[in-house]
């Protein structure tokens, strides 16, 4: 066990047990200074680590970490075959910038994930906040043999599956478009596609997911969004190498549908999931706001907005629901 690492504190915390600093120090073979140090490096990173007078230190809550064996048998047959690499990191900047490093040289269905980030980004550049062993947070790699051209849609064919996936477990999810998934107006997770290729072929794309499965209740208090996770909508809780399973299997089957037959089906199967049909909203596109009534989205996967006696077609921009 490697005493510099962030695990080999963990480790000593897992079991449940209270640790005096004095004992902390003595088994990580450095200063209580330096425990200290790493306990406050610990909780910025989203664990929580009671202080106890007179005892010592605690983890606030159990944590399950990331088990590749344990996420592998999770895994539907044919997820498996297509899974070329799974890497799991404790601790890394992001994902997404990870996998999009080393493009050149991944094969397709590599998959990375991490217990923490410390610049997880969302959509349009926003920061994506998850604490320490909290939920899921990794990304995809995939190749494509069409180009850039022919990838329109994929980020709503990602949330409609994503969103399936979860319904069929008992949740009742629903997407936000293009691909933000919501329970009853909070939100669940986020999805971010970076695409990079030829125009005309071929392409790959990486795909970062962050869904919250245990939030601590001052972290959800403390955002600027209405935010939820799946413990408050599970019972009893799903395992979290388990949940992995479920998103890692709602990825890959989504990729290779819309590898096959385009966005098409997704389409026909977004009705069931769309979280603002018929809703009031606002929409900011570069430096304009507008707002109007969303009525579903088109062929090409685009969002409908009827603005007074026009309908609207929206690419790309921020979509807020309209409060009365």
Not at 282 to 299: K, L
Request: hydrophobic content about 50%; some cysteine; glycine content about 10%.
């Amino acid at each position: 066990m490697n005493s510099q690492s962030p695990d080999a504190l963990l480790e000593l915390l897992a079991g449940g047990a209270v640790h005096s600093g004095e004992e902390l120090a003595r088994e990580l073979g450095m200063s209580r200074a330096a425990v200290w140090k790493k306990i406050e490096a610990l909780r910025a990173l989203g664990v929580e680590i009671e202080g106890r007078a007179g005892s010592g230190y605690a983890l606030a809550r159990r944590l399950e970490r990331l088990d590749e064996a344990a996420i592998r048998a999770a895994l539907a047959a044919s997820t498996r075959t297509r899974l070329r690499q799974l890497r799991i990191v404790a601790v890394t900047t992001s994902t997404n910038a990870d996998l999009n490093l080393e493009a050149d040289r991944l094969d397709s269905g590599s998959v990375l994930l991490a217990e923490a980030q410390t610049a997880g980004r969302g959509r349009r550049g926003r920061s994506w906040v998850s604490p320490f062993a909290a939920g899921f947070l990794g990304s995809l790699f995939w190749r494509f043999e069409c180009g850039l051209a022919d990838l329109a849609g994929l980020s709503l064919a990602v949330g409609v599956g994503l969103a399936e996936a979860w319904r069929a477990c008992g949740v009742e999810v629903q997407v936000k478009w293009p691909n933000d998934l919501w329970i009853r107006d909070r939100k669940l997770a986020g999805v971010l596609i970076e695409a990079g290729g030829e125009f005309h072929g071929p392409s790959h794309v990486v795909i970062g997911l962050g869904l919250n499965l245990a939030l601590p209740v001052a972290l959800r208090e403390g955002l600027d969004q209405p935010v939820t996770d799946l413990a408050a909508h599970l019972m009893p809780p799903m395992a979290r190498n388990a949940a992995v399973g479920v998103c890692l299997d709602a990825l890959f089957a989504a990729l290779i549908e819309f590898e096959h037959q385009g966005l098409a089906p997704f389409l026909a199967r977004w009705p069931a999931v769309d979280a603002l049909a018929g809703r009031a909203v606002d929409v900011i596109e570069s430096q304009r706001r507008w707002h109007g009534q969303a009525c579903g989205i088109d062929e090409r996967g685009r969002l409908r907005v009827q603005c007074g006696d026009r309908m609207q077609h929206v690419d790309a921009g921020e979509i807020s629901v309209r409060l009365a």
